[in-house]
């Protein structure tokens, strides 16, 4: 009797095992995953690698660009996050600078962020291949990028201004609104401790060098 029922248990767990709910020490492939909060998405892949970005949510005729993508990418080893944004058809000029705001209603008396200037940003994009699909992804690095990643949550709305190549003022502007949601999610798909604020200072593809900037 006890045999059988020894080899009843067997197939049960084989069962179970099969179906993915055989307990926490089960071999169970990841899927993507992805959500949606506010004006927020996130996407985390098979390897829990999670984007959590918003799109650019201004237009006008002097700015018709309204696909730019601001972007917090973290790996799964807590090792900080990379802040990035995705320049749609604009390829900002480095040597400007980049000066960030994150507005939040009701409160004026915040410090104002430190500016980017040429030594914490670093493109990924430039040259004749990016200027065919007209994309370049600026990586925001240094102490400002940290004060950035610290007042996201508390914020309602990210501005950015910058100058183009061919010298023209120009500005992104994004909702914050299910920021904090996003980034909670990611922290519990990472099973990462909550509310990390660190940001990497190596983005991905720097030991390339510096890609060419407005044809420098």
């Known amino acids: 009797m006890f045999g059988i029922l020894s080899h009843l248990a067997r197939l049960i767990l084989i069962c179970l095992g099969i179906l993915g709910i055989a307990g926490p020490n089960a071999a169970v492939a990841q899927d993507n995953l992805s959500a949606r909060f506010k004006d927020w998405h996130t996407f985390c892949d098979k390897g829990r690698i999670c984007d959590a970005y918003s799109y650019s949510d201004l237009a006008s005729a002097q700015n018709p660009n309204v696909s730019h993508v601001f972007a917090l990418r973290r790996h799964p080893n807590g090792g900080g996050w990379s802040m990035f944004i995705t320049f749609d058809g604009v390829e900002p000029k480095l040597s400007l600078g980049l000066f960030a705001s994150v507005i939040r209603m009701g409160h004026h008396d915040q410090e104002p962020i430190p500016s980017f200037w040429k030594e914490s940003l670093v493109l990924r994009g430039g040259g004749p291949a990016h200027r065919l699909t007209g ?28 100058g183009g ?16 949601a996003a980034l909670a999610w ?3 798909v990472q099973g990462l401790p ?3 604020t660190k940001v990497m200072h190596t983005p991905p593809g720097t030991e390339e060098g510096p890609f060419p900037n407005c044809d420098e």
């Open 186 to 188: 990611i922290d519990e």
């Open 194 to 196: 909550p509310g990390s």
């Open 135 to 162: 994309t370049y992804d600026l990586y925001l690095t240094g102490p400002s990028a940290e004060t950035l990643m610290e007042r996201l949550r508390l914020g309602d709305s990210l501005g950015f201004e910058f």
């Open 165 to 180: 190549c061919r010298d023209e003022f120009l500005f992104a502007e994004f909702s914050l609104a299910g920021v904090t």
